[in-house]
């Protein structure tokens, strides 16, 4: 039996190792976007906040490497103030949501237009009367529709009825982000990603109808690139270095973290430890890193924003053993389609279509290479919709997906079942007939 | 998630879970108290160290309130995944071993 005392420690040094992880996070994105920025960092926040932000803009492309990353650790770091203001005891999905969100302050999410869709959600949240921290994540997360705070809100000035409909929009989020989860069983890791893909794909039409529509953008940053790589190296193996260290310097545990399905609510700082967490989390960072650079892709603000959501996740679901299918089925499809291997929406696909792993991890390999392959299709034919106002359009991809092959695999299941049996009965009935 | 169906949700899970444990149930009560439900689950059953990494597990993640939003998979998963997403609605678990089995008490606030 644990005792009372016990369980209090425990949980004191969750909060502590974690919230001092996400803040030295923070601090390092900061610090580096204040070197690399120098005197225009100011400029670029500046041309970040007014800059539509739909995708694909790269912030590294419009404004600067400096900016970027100020800007990134900025937002990481009053998110991470959120959970110590809501007295929140951070978990897998802490470290998820905040490193999510760091990702796609490189390339969307910015210090001013995340805030209408948050202020939605708690609005919603308090007039049902559910404590605040019921729908804290589906906030964090649902920061995915950011850009359309600047497009409603900033596009002409100052406009008070965009702020309502973005405050609307924050406000749907939790009712449906509660009804996504029924449809796709917690086999897409990006829910509030598929979530804001419908809100956004009922948007872009109404806003397609008003003809209100944003021209499609195309900012995609391949500058200077040691730098960045010797910085997202250099971060990712001190994560690793820090599991480790937590970890007594051994890997012992990590093959136990390795047979989770990775399926909705895989939480590995709750069902393991921080330790292993971060290890998994520094392995999953490095091997991002690596394949973009293996492909010759360049690090940018959204290839590193793919690398910072797959690293993050490795405390919620992912690990190498349940992407790596699904990575095989994406580059499968990427080396026979149209698109080059390392054209941005492939390797986009690859970073942030690990969100299936789930499917790898609960049904197998082939399943995993099924449910990669029809991504890398998918999410090319999805962006539209939304006009690219969901910046978790791979989320979006991937919630069909997983409702798609669902019942396929069921009925394959039944299938294999009914077959090996008629096979097995054939057989027994032959047996019988010559009086084996 | 409407209460009673949590409730009705939350004993179901566990019974199942310790049913694929090879527990014998040999009862399961709900009380409706004024503040909250009380759930009482008597197995018995071989309790090994998975079972109580199991439980103690649940014990953990009854105090992430905020992981409330993922209840909505409790309804379908028929596995301890499934009591995972439920248990950030746990007010107290409490569970006591002994020679006979498992003993598991249950408090969800109404």
Known sequence: ?436 | MEIEKLIVVTLNEIVYYLLKKDAHIISSEIVSLEKDFHILIEANMPVGDEVLRDLSLIKKIKDHPELKYYSALGEQIGNLQGIYSIAPYLNKIDFDVSDEGLKVELFVRK
């Open chain 1, 1 to 436: 039996m644990y005792n009372k005392s016990d369980l209090l420690s425990y949980a004191e040094v969750f909060v502590l190792l974690i919230l001092r992880f996400l803040y030295f996070t923070s601090m390092i994105f900061m610090l580096f976007g204040l070197i690399t920025g120098n005197f225009d960092l100011l400029q670029q926040m500046r041309i970040i906040l007014i800059s539509p932000d739909y995708l694909i803009t790269d912030y590294m492309a419009i404004a600067g490497v400096g900016g970027a990353f100020f800007n990134s650790g900025v937002l990481m770091l009053l998110f991470t103030l959120i959970l110590k203001l809501l007295s929140i005891n951070p978990s897998g999905v802490s470290i998820a949501s905040v490193m999510t969100i760091g990702g796609f302050a490189l390339f969307g999410k910015n210090v001013f237009n995340v805030w209408p869709i948050v202020l939605g959600v708690f609005l919603y949240t308090w007039l049902v009367g559910e404590n605040i921290r019921t729908y804290l994540y589906v906030a964090f997360f649902g920061t995915a529709l950011a850009p359309i705070s600047t497009h409603l809100i900033l596009s002409n000035g100052f406009n008070l009825t965009g702020l309502f409909f973005v405050l609307l929009i924050g406000f749907l989020l939790p009712p449906l982000a509660s009804f996504s989860l029924t449809l796709h069983r917690g086999y897409n890791l990006y829910n509030v990603g598929f979530t804001a893909g419908f809100l956004g794909m009922f948007l872009g039409a109404i806003l397609k109808a008003y003809d209100l529509q944003p021209e499609p953008r195309y900012f995609w940053y391949e500058g200077e690139q040691s730098l960045l790589a010797m910085f997202i190296f250099t971060f990712f193996i001190g994560v690793l270095l820090y599991g480790l260290k937590l970890n007594n310097w051994s890997f012992k545990g990590y093959l136990r973290l390795l047979n989770y399905s990775g399926k909705l609510l895989t939480d590995f700082v709750l069902l393991e430890n921080e330790a292993l967490s971060f290890i998994n989390i520094g392995i999953l960072g490095l091997l991002g890193t690596a394949y973009v650079l293996l492909i010759r892709a360049p690090l940018n603000g959204p290839t590193i924003g793919g690398i910072m959501t797959l690293a993050g996740f490795g405390a919620l679901g992912k690990h190498p053993r349940n992407i790596l299918p699904v990575v095989l089925g994406i580059v499968i499809g990427a080396i026979t389609n149209s698109q080059p291997v390392n054209s941005a929406a492939m390797v986009l696909a690859v970073l942030f279509g690990t969100t299936l792993a789930p499917i790898a991890g609960e049904f197998g390999i082939i399943w995993g290479i099924i449910a990669g392959f029809l991504h890398s299709a998918l999410v090319m034919n999805l962006g539209f919709l939304h006009l690219g106002m969901n910046l978790y359009n791979n989320g979006f991809s991937g919630g069909f997906i997983a409702i798609f092959l669902q019942p396929i695999i069921d009925a394959w299941k039944k299938l294999k079942e009914a077959v090996q049996q008629r096979l097995f009965g054939n057989k027994d009935k032959e047996g019988v007939e010559n009086g084996n």
